[in-house]
């Protein structure tokens, strides 16, 4: 994924949702609000990856259970 498709998706969740109409201050941030700073620190964490410049890999592990009614 593209750094800014994952910015993208990281603004989408309602729990930042939540978090934005609880503290509206954390908007004048200098450095961003909560979702541009995680985001920066992630890209600055990650630098030392190869590839790591123009994209990331996300991954979302998922269990599925499946269960058959006798």
Known sequence: MAWDDLLAYL?????LHTFRERNPEDA????GD?????WK???EETKAQ???EEAVDVEWPL???M???T
């Not at 603004?11 to 729990?15: D, H, I, K």
């Not at 004048?28 to 450095?31: A, D, I, L, S, V």
């Not at 909560?34 to 995680?38: E, G, P, Q, S």
């Open 11 to 15: 603004n989408t969740a309602s729990s």
């Open 41 to 43: 620190k992630l890209r």
């Open 67 to 69: 269960v058959k009614r």
């Open 34 to 38: 909560l979702a541009v700073r995680f």
């Open 28 to 31: 004048k941030n200098p450095e």
């Open 50 to 52: 190869p590839g790591s």
């Open 63 to 65: 269990t599925l259970m």
